[in-house]
């Protein structure tokens, strides 16, 4: 078949460039490899990588660990902040992150590897199965976990180590929200999200409920009824429409369909893909499915972002990789409408933008792009039913700094929540914060306050 | 360009680097190669008596410490003097001299401390031409327990004793390598010179169990589950070497007595370390026997560059240079006030400096200035250890700042005074007051 057949088409590539284009994005640190770089961390003071970790992992403790032969003690520092350590090691964005932090950047511009020793530490410990969490006695309690994604499972597990039990119910049918269907392949690859699942659960007392999704097959009062608190974990389910003309035409579909889609394909060369791909957007997603459609053997792969770089949500490093894969990024373009043919999507029409008074406006000046397939990366939304009574703000959860909402009971975390900052690492600092301040007030609840006369 | 030629008791050679008597001069491969490289001459492996030689284990022979990156700072070697027959190493060292006879070339020997035994072997080594002759008194393990190195190196009256037999016997230059296994090694150098030895060598290897293996409990290295203590050696022992060659430079009783320096030298820095504080020349194995031959570029460049650039010509323009300086503690100025600057364009903001002063010394370094994560020293509180300026790991960012006289000490309140004061003169100190009294 080759790149170079029009249309939308599986089975471009030969098996063998499939499994060369889908395999890890970085391959893992082996024991050589680490020791040199854990020998670059510097054991800095109040580190500025830990203030810069969303979740605080001790960041020099676990690499001085590494260092010093123990990658197991070294894991159980990072669990102890981040039971997802493993997924967050990989898909992070540590260059905005941990590494930006780095003093090393300060005198040589080169951070230690923080990301892939974490994943070393985190695999080793990972592999050989090693859990560092027992229960607590049980309470009792059980609490409602809504969404079996980062934040999700990050809550679930720190309430079942002290000792209630938690039941999640997730609308999909696999457990892991974004890191099952919305993480590029090339950044979890040989079912990792599914390992981690399995590895979370493994510490008892959880259980999760798939194809159950709140507002169709349960409500928030269901749930406040049956359970003794409820944390909302959800992720964001909607997506902004294009409002462009031709936008029905064959061969348009959201760039999260498409990144979920190539995530379940057991066998890539069945994900059909364009010759030519525009992709709209300028944030991950975008570049996400933009690297793949190329990776899945388009020809042409075009990102059309209506702002200038500097204004793109995806990391210089997603960019740079975007381009090192062939993907060309062209600014200050927005969609006028879809070019189709027989119904089908034939190309695109967008327009030169410019910033009049702070104002994003079309320049008036058009041109056209031949696509055969669109992949619009152009912002989710929440959208969520059976909420009740619950106070949304700006379109999300609103909540307080330990995820307790408006409502009694009822904790929030992740994308769902105003504030969000639609990162794996933050949704799992939101919800193992959650899971305390819930232990902390179902404990209050246990044994009131004795009043001293 | 610097003229880098040595000439050390007699023995001449292009340049001051020598190889040490150890595994890197068993054999003649290797020191042709060694002087291909330019090497400027070589101490070859120690000699042992005529008869069946001694024999090594056959299992691992060195252990080792490393630092980041692995990189080696200190070795330990359990392997004996030379395990060749002894009319080989002869007739090889001969042969060497004789293909290369600008180099200098010595032979380290070791035999029991019998005068008939001593007088057997020197004729012999004469006959090959050899520039010197050096004993080995400081081999710490192995030969040790059978009365020879340090064994014999620990007694001053040995030490005494064999050189006088050595130079009855011998016209060739004595060269006394000294054990760093002692408790001042002023007496060993003291008995060496009362001998009549031309010249003292050290230190020779420290006493050391580098690591033990924690699923055996052996220590390394490990010889079927046993370990036994080894000589010591490389860039950690720099320090021991360099006060043991100053202690000998500055002592009265041995001051002038010619020093081939020994013990980690691994750049021209360490040797121009080495020369300053009054050795000749210097010795070298571990950083050859890290890096291997070529190193000694590195370091012919680096000494001879930095003398042109210092507008030192000759190697006794540097050697001993800095012996006057080393004083006793009691000696030194307590007037004079120094105080850490932190280079605000340097510091990477580690934060390891606050932290070492806040746990473990004066706490005289902030974390934070008006909630912004800043170092710097506080005045009143730095006494002016230098601890910040060794745990820092960007060279040159924290400096050590002399106060000028007059000007205020903040952590005093009292101003510097111009005048040099040591402590036995000083009000707190009980002699100096029943000096006074």
Not at chain 1, 72 to 85: K, P, V
Not at chain 1, 88 to 98: F, G, I, K, N, Q
Not at chain 1, 402 to 418: N, Q
Not at chain 2, 77 to 95: F, G, V
Request: glycine share 10%; net charge negative; hydrophobic share 40%.
């Amino acid at each position: 078949m080759g790149t170079m057949e029009s249309g939308i088409h599986r089975g471009r590539l030969s098996p063998a460039q499939y499994e060369a284009n889908f395999s890890d994005l970085h391959a893992p640190l082996d024991d050589h490899e680490a020791l040199v770089a854990a020998d670059r961390c510097y054991f800095c003071h109040d580190a500025p990588c830990m203030t810069a970790c969303p979740t605080s992992i001790d960041i020099p403790l676990f690499i001085r660990q590494i260092s010093t032969g123990n990658p197991i003690g070294s894991a159980n520092t990072i669990f102890d902040q981040n039971i997802l350590g493993g997924m967050c090691a990989r898909v992070c964005p540590t260059e905005t992150l941990c590494e930006q932090a780095c003093v090393r950047n300060e005198a040589e511009h080169r951070p230690v590897e923080i990301g892939r020793l974490q994943r070393y530490a985190t695999d080793i410990a990972m592999e050989q199965d090693k859990q560092f969490y027992a229960r607590s006695e049980p309470t009792g309690k059980t609490i409602a976990v809504v969404g079996a994604g980062p934040a999700g499972l990050a809550c679930a597990h720190r309430l079942a180590v002290n000792g209630h039990d938690v039941v999640i119910y997730d609308a999909r049918e696999k457990a892991g929200g974004l890191n099952e269907y919305g993480i590029a392949t090339y950044k979890a690859v040989d079912d990792f999200a599914q390992k981690e699942v399995d590895y979370v659960l493994a510490i008892g007392g959880i259980e999760i409920r798939n194809s159950q999704m709140l507002g169709r097959d349960v409500s928030l009062a269901d749930l406040k009824s049956r359970h003794d608190a409820v944390f909302l974990g959800m992720g964001l389910s909607g997506v902004n429409a294009l409002r462009t003309e031709g936008e029905a035409a064959d061969g348009v579909e959201d760039a999260i369909d498409f990144i979920a889609r190539l995530r379940q394909a057991g066998d890539k060369a069945e994900v059909a893909i364009g010759r030519r791909v525009v992709v709209l957007g300028g944030g991950m997603t975008a570049i996400d499915a933009a690297v793949q459609a190329k990776l899945l053997g388009a020809e042409e792969v075009t990102i059309c972002y209506r702002r200038g770089k500097e204004h793109m949500n995806a990391s210089e490093f997603e960019q740079d990789l975007a381009a090192s894969k062939g993907v060309s990024i062209k600014h200050w373009l927005q969609p006028k409408r879809i070019v189709s043919r027989d119904g089908k999507v034939a190309g695109i029409e967008l327009e030169y933008t410019t910033l009049s008074e702070n104002r994003l406006v079309g320049t008036g000046e058009t041109g056209i792009i031949a696509a055969d397939q669109i992949l619009k990366a152009i912002g989710q939304t929440f959208e969520a039913d059976g909420l009740g009574a619950l106070l949304l703000d700006g379109g999300r959860i609103s909540t307080d700094a330990e995820g307790r909402t408006t409502l009694d009971g009822v904790w929030a975390g992740g994308d769902c929540v105003k504030g969000g900052e639609d990162l794996t690492v933050s949704a799992v600092a939101m919800g193992r914060d959650a899971a305390m301040s819930i232990h902390r007030a179902l404990a209050a609840d246990v044994q009131p306050a004795t009043a001293v006369a | 360009m610097a003229d880098l030629r040595n000439n050390f008791v007699g023995i001449k050679s292009p340049n001051p680097f020598w190889l040490a008597s150890a595994p890197p001069t068993d054999k003649a491969y290797n020191v042709e190669r060694a002087f291909k490289a330019g090497w400027g001459g070589v101490v070859w492996k120690t000699l042992g008596e005529e008869g069946p030689p001694v024999v090594n284990v056959n299992g691992p022979r060195y252990g080792a410490i490393w630092g980041a990156d692995r990189r080696l700072l200190g070795l330990n070697n359990i392997e004996l003097i030379t395990d060749r027959d002894l009319y080989t190493n002869l007739r090889e060292m001969k042969q060497v001299k004789m293909n290369w006879p600008d180099r200098a070339l010595i032979a380290s020997i070791m035999v029991p401390c019998e005068e008939q035994a001593w007088k057997s072997i020197l004729p012999l080594v004469e006959e090959t031409g050899a520039d010197g002759i050096e004993l080995n008194f400081g081999c710490p393990h192995g030969m040790s327990e059978r009365g020879m190195g340090a064994a014999v190196g620990q007694v001053p009256e040995y030490i005494e004793m064999v050189v006088r037999w050595c130079k009855q016997y011998t016209r060739m230059p004595v060269i006394t390598k000294l054990t760093p296994n002692i408790t001042d090694i002023r007496n060993p150098a003291r008995a060496a010179k009362r001998g009549g030895t031309d010249a003292v060598s050290l230190i020779n290897t420290i006493n050391s169990i580098t690591s033990v293996n924690l699923d055996t409990f052996s220590p390394e290295p490990s010889i079927d589950g046993k370990g036994s203590h080894g000589g010591y050696c490389g860039p950690a022992v720099k320090p021991i070497a360099l006060n043991m060659v100053a202690e000998i430079a500055r002592d009265p009783e041995t001051s002038g007595l010619p020093i081939s320096g020994i013990g980690g030298v691994t750049t021209w820095r360490d040797a121009a370390e080495f020369l300053v504080l009054g050795a000749g020349n210097v010795q070298v194995c571990t950083a050859a026997m890290t890096y291997g031959f070529k190193i000694v570029e590195e370091m012919i460049t680096g000494l001879s560059d930095w003398m042109d650039a210092k507008g030192h010509r000759t190697l006794d323009d540097i050697t001993g240079r800095a012996v006057p300086n080393i004083s006793d503690w009691q000696y030194l100025n307590l007037n004079y006030i120094a105080k850490a600057h932190i280079d605000q364009d340097a510091c990477i903001k580690c934060g390891r400096c606050h932290i070492a002063c806040e746990d473990t010394s004066h706490q005289a370094i902030t974390q934070f200035v008006d909630g912004i994560r800043h170092f710097e020293v506080m005045d009143d509180e730095c006494v002016g250890c230098n601890l910040c300026v060794n745990v820092c790991p960007v060279q040159d960012c924290i400096t050590m700042v002399p106060l000028a006289a007059g000007t205020l000490d903040e952590r005093t309140g009292k101003p510097v005074d111009p005048n040099y004061a040591n402590w036995t003169t000083h009000p707190n100190n009980p002699m100096a007051r029943q000096a006074a009294e």
